[in-house]
């Protein structure tokens, strides 16, 4: 493990503090946490972004046109 330097206005440190109490955690669990979230989600739209231009137009409709004329499940229906 590694240690940073972080200055944080009050108010936010206020509110991971009380945020780290509320979940019976330290605040460096919820930083760390929240960090790990963030960059996940940031991680994940890159590789979305990448994976979609090797997408294939063609591939694509002939995958929908492998799916059923079926109903869905009424837990699945909009």
Not at 49 to 76: E, T, Y
């Amino acid at each position: 493990m590694t240690a940073i330097s972080l200055r944080l206005p009050r108010s936010l440190h206020d509110a991971a503090r009380r945020l780290a109490d509320q979940e019976g955690t330290s605040i460096n669990q919820l930083v760390t946490l929240a960090l790990a979230e963030k960059i996940s989600t940031l991680e994940t739209s890159v590789y979305l972004a990448n994976r979609a231009k090797r997408g294939k137009k063609d591939k694509f409709h002939r995958v929908l046109g492998k799916i059923s004329s079926a109903r869905p499940h009424k837990a699945d229906r909009l």
